[in-house]
């Protein structure tokens, strides 16, 4: 599911060719997604590292005010912890995909939490963290209690959030 996301057209395809502040990201997913369908599991590892970092560094631009990429930053965590969860997985590591997964949750509600974090960021995290914690539920046989305890603070912090932004 993350992946089809990563590969559809608003994720990877500019229609120009100036840089924009995800062509790297596009980049190094889509060479990512090919290294994986090949069975190239070490290349389609580092290239989902640097995803992950490059959509890390998106997140924290847009944490620190650059509420213009905040409605991207979300959605690039989200396929980046995916991708590298799913990767996890196929090494025989659902533990360490499952970890993957669950950082990503605890970076979006912090944000979601946060006095610091720029309201456009905090709203995507808070619209964006459900489909972590769907992905995260599809593997709830490796931490069922985690994952409980995880829904729930996740489900709390996002109801104060919303309850907060609507006064």
């Not at 608003?10 to 069975?39: C, E, I, P, V, Y």
């Not at 490059?54 to 979300?74: K, P, Q, T, V």
Request: hydrophobic share 40%; with cysteine.
């Amino acid at each position: 599911m993350l992946r089809d996301e990563a590969a559809g057209t608003s994720h990877t395809q500019t229609t120009s060719h100036t840089s924009r502040f995800d062509d790297r990201w596009k980049d190094l997913t889509m060479r990512g997604n090919d290294a994986f369908d090949a069975g190239e599991l070490h290349r389609a590892n580092k290239l989902y590292a640097l995803a992950y970092h490059e959509a890390r560094i998106i997140f924290s631009n847009a944490w620190n005010g650059r509420a213009d990429l905040a409605s991207a930053a979300a959605p690039m965590m989200v396929v980046s912890a995916g991708n590298a969860a799913r990767l996890w997985e196929t090494s025989g590591r659902a533990d360490m995909g499952l970890n993957q997964l669950t950082a990503a949750v605890r970076i979006f509600l912090v944000a979601i939490k946060s006095q610091n974090a720029c309201r456009p960021l905090q709203s995507a995290c808070a619209e964006h963290v459900g489909r972590l914690i769907s992905e995260i539920e599809l593997r709830r046989s490796t931490a069922p209690d985690m994952c409980d305890r995880l829904t729930k603070e996740t489900s709390e912090t996002v109801l104060a959030f919303l309850g907060a932004t609507q006064h």
